[in-house]
Nanobody, 115 residues
């Protein structure tokens, strides 16, 4: 059973940076695709960045050049480095794991960017 625990959210001013972490248990990264999603009030949950088991990465157009997804296989942790944050990045950020077609979500962490 896969379990995900996110951390690192908070309040930051526009232009600032945050790093989110997602600690995964029950999911060997060589067999799991990982991703970060976000959801704002009244909006659908959207993909922010993904990293596959073979380390292929993809990003939403709105975050390209500002956000970086990475993973530490030894720590079984996925990171989302967020730079040059904008107020429109404000959302609850969720970590997602896909293992053998089964999707698991974390509980989410709030990111608030003030203008």
């Amino acid at each position: 059973q896969v379990q995900l625990v996110e951390s690192g959210g908070g309040l930051v001013q526009a232009g600032g940076s945050l790093r989110l972490s997602c600690a995964a248990s029950g999911c060997i990264f060589s067999r799991c695709n990982m991703g970060w999603y976000r959801q704002s009030p009244g909006e659908q949950r959207e993909l922010v960045a993904g990293i596959t088991s073979s380390d292929f990465t993809n990003y939403a157009e709105s975050v390209k050049g500002r956000f970086t997804i990475s993973k530490d296989n030894a720590k079984n942790t996925v990171y989302l480095q967020m730079n040059s944050l904008k107020p429109e990045d404000t959302a609850v950020y969720y970590c997602r794991a896909t293992r053998y077609g089964i999707v698991t979500w974390g509980q989410g962490t709030q990111v608030t960017v003030s203008s």
